[in-house]
């Protein structure tokens, strides 16, 4: 039987991976170890949704089937009861809903529509009754409480575990620690250099652990919640080896998870006539159409005239000031340069994630110099070419001139401390050939 949950915690406490930690261990401690046969799930679900709490993750466990069917009953009441006792359900926000598919359930059919389900949660906006119409087609169980939102985010969680046996999604893993009790909401006990330490032994098999270029520990959060910090990477042992480099206060319980993190999946390339949605995100290849412009709060825009969208007259493109360095990166575009943007798309803007510079601009056309005193000439009139007011040289045409580009071709990113948990940072591709990388670090 597959588990997913959501919805459990507020920005005031708890956190759903700490309630499905605590469940796993509990589990296993009940049904013998071999009763969660792989690591559980930590899914991102689209990154845009406004009623996320922070990284807009769910959860999902396997507990072996080939535990009597009684024991099932005995786990369900269980995960029902934990998730009434430790979700913040005093929150306005905090809507906890559960789902259990056991694989009985499971057809060619509902794996199919799961799929489009699971993929669906990370790229677009679903409903409840998304949700409602496919646990009941294929008769799972399930469990809310208040509006019970969170069976979104638990059906594409535990979706995801049964997806990853049909098909190769692109996985990374988090190791988490979490606090003891005692010490939630108090200031967190980590030795920075030992973090810095435990990275410089470990990248590029684990990322996003610091900042470099801003000088910042971004692996733990600052929320009153149970996460003491989250080691990510592509490599198992690389995980445990930082996790042992790491002194901190003590740990309540460490969890590996499989994860979602780190990967692009809500990255959508649209059909050219489709038109972008808010709470989308997109891959657009376009041409920059305006020279890049810093605006109030440290913002960079520029508009992008979309070639792979003949219906888009242009899209804003924005590096938000919490981008720091990739915002230098923007504002060395020009008119002209071929880029292909990564971001999320709201009111006709797209906050960027990463950009590949594709082709920059190296020519340009101005106005002749003059020969003889090196001035710029004028225009001589209409189809009369350009002319020196000062000695009275002429030229026919504009002149090409090579423009010095401060910059080079290929992905660039934004830093650690403004990425997003399903980004794929650059340093994944590394090892991808004909890519030109930039990683952030
Ligand atoms: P944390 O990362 O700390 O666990 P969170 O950012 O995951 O918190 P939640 O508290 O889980 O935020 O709230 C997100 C809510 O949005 C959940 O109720 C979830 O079911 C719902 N949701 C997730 N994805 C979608 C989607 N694609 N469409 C509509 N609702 C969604």
Not at 37 to 44: G, N
Not at 304 to 329: H, M, W
Request: proline share 4%.
């Amino acid at each position: 039987m597959i588990v997913g949950i959501d919805d459990t915690d507020s920005r005031s406490g708890m956190c759903t991976t700490y309630l499905c930690a605590y469940l796993v261990d509990a589990l296993r401690n009940y049904c013998g170890e071999d009763s969660i046969p792989s690591a559980p799930r930590l899914v991102r679900l689209n990154p845009c949704i406004p009623y996320k709490t922070r990284g807009n993750g769910a959860v999902a466990f396997e507990v072996s089937t080939t535990t009597a069917r009684t024991r099932l009953e005995d786990v369900k009441e269980l995960v029902r009861s934990t998730v009434s006792e430790f979700s913040e359900l005093d929150d306005a926000n905090t809507n906890p809903g559960v789902v259990f598919i056991e694989d009985e359930s499971m057809t060619n059919l509902s794996i199919r529509q799961l799929k489009s389900y699971y993929e669906r949660a990370v790229r677009t906006v679903l409903t409840l009754e998304d949700a409602l119409a496919i646990i009941t087609d294929f008769g799972f169980d399930y469990f809310g409480l208040k509006n019970k939102r969170g069976i979104i985010g638990a059906l594409a969680a535990a979706a995801f575990v049964i997806l990853q046996r049909y098909y190769r999604y692109d996985f990374t893993y988090e190791l988490m620690a979490y606090r003891e009790k005692e010490r939630w909401g108090t200031p967190r006990r980590i030795d920075e250099r030992s973090v810095w330490e435990a990275d410089a032994a470990t990248y590029p098999l684990t990322w996003d652990t610091v900042d470099v270029a801003n000088g910042r520990v971004v692996f733990a959060p600052h929320s009153p919640c149970p996460v003491l910090f989250g080691i990510r990477g592509d490599s198992v042992d690389a995980l445990y080896k930082a996790y042992e480099i790491v002194d901190s206060e003590p740990v309540e319980r460490v969890m590996l998870f499989i994860t979602n993190q780190g990967t692009d999946f809500h990255l959508i390339t649209p059909g050219t006539e489709q038109k972008l949605l808010d709470y989308h995100s997109y891959i657009l290849d376009g041409v920059v159409e305006s020279n890049p412009v810093t605006i109030a709060g440290g913002h960079v825009l520029f508009k992008l005239s979309s070639v792979s969208q003949s219906t888009n007259t242009g899209v804003d493109c924005i590096a938000y000031e919490p981008t720091k360095g990739f915002r230098n990166i923007i504002r060395k575009l020009r008119q002209g340069d071929e880029v292909r943007v990564f971001g999320s798309f709201k009111c006709g803007t797209l906050n960027l994630e990463k950009i590949e510079i594709k082709s920059l601009k190296r020519e340009e056309l101005r106005n002749p110099r003059c020969e003889r005193c090196g001035r710029s000439m004028e225009s001589a009139g209409r189809g009369q070419g350009y002319r020196c007011k000062h000695c009275n040289t002429r030229r026919e045409a504009k002149e090409v001139v090579a423009i010095d580009r401060a910059i080079e071709e290929g992905l660039y990113e934004v830093p650690p401390v403004a990425r997003r948990h399903i980004s794929k940072p650059l340093i994944r591709m590394r090892t991808k050939k004909g890519v030109i990388i930039h990683p952030s670090r």
